[in-house]
């Protein structure tokens, strides 16, 4: 039986208020919330990214990509920052970040559709690498 029980939207928007007033005895972020806010973050960058490449020139998808990740991070600061300091603590973080990363890689026109997903994360990791400067987590392999 699955006792999982995914965080409200009321919860996540407390996460991030909390975040937004940091205090000296913050309380901790759980991997579920985590989760929670990266799903919240890869649901607004999909959006971006769709309408970056409805409008992008011939030829300009990775830039286009670029700007939009960057406009959300511009947009979203405090939500970018829960999700980057978590990266560094939440392995389950970690391996959902691989979603973001498949889809740069798609949106930037830098794989296929039938790329193996394995492949397309890497591609995807080099290329936000490259535009953030910071480089993303690997995935801890058993």
Aim: charged share 25%; net charge negative; no cysteine.
């Amino acid at each position: 039986m699955n006792t999982y029980q995914a965080p409200t939207y009321a919860e996540l928007n407390a996460v991030l208020d909390q975040a937004r007033r940091p205090s000296r005895t913050p309380t901790p972020v759980s991997d579920a919330q985590l989760l929670g806010l990266q799903h919240r973050w890869t649901t607004m960058l999909s959006a971006r990214l769709d309408q970056a490449i409805e409008d992008a020139e011939y030829g300009r998808l990775a830039e286009a990509t670029t700007e939009a990740w960057h406009q959300l991070a511009v947009e979203q600061p405090v939500l970018r920052g829960v999700l980057d300091s978590g990266l560094g603590r939440s392995e389950a973080l970690t391996d959902a970040l691989d979603g973001e990363l498949r889809i740069l890689a798609l949106a930037a026109g830098l794989v296929g559709i039938d790329t193996p997903e394995d492949r397309a994360v890497v591609v995807g990791r080099e290329f936000r690498d490259a535009f953030t400067g910071t480089p993303a987590p690997l995935r801890r392999v058993a």
